[in-house]
């Protein structure tokens, strides 16, 4: 059983960055999921996927891997490369597409 160490990206409904510097260890699937030819859900038998654990540190998350001995992985955080741009670009003289309003 191996299991997945990483940090959540902001989702895209949030503008700011709540509960983004948490870790999160996460169970790899052992199961294929299937569907259910009467009611069309997907089902699985993995009862490990519905596991979701959460850390403040990384280091606290791969200790508890070590300790409980589970194969993981740490997948670090990708950074986001914010660009500042300020209300007055809208209407400078040399855009490259012009202002239409």
């Given at each position: 059983m191996s299991a997945r160490?990483?940090?959540p990206a902001k989702t895209?409904?949030?503008s700011g960055k709540?509960?983004?510097g948490q870790w999160v260890?996460?169970?790899d699937p052992e199961m294929r999921k299937k569907i259910d030819p009467l009611m069309g859900y997907t089902t699985s038998g993995d009862m490990r996927s519905q596991i979701r654990l959460t850390f403040d540190t990384r280091e606290e998350a791969v200790a508890y891997a070590e300790k409980?001995?589970?194969?993981?992985r740490v997948e670090e955080p990708k950074e986001s490369k914010r660009r500042q741009i300020s209300y007055a670009e809208n209407f400078r003289y040399?855009?490259?597409t012009p202002w239409t309003h």
């Open positions: 160490i990483f940090s895209a409904m949030q709540a509960k983004t260890l996460e169970f409980e001995g589970l194969a993981y040399d855009r490259r």
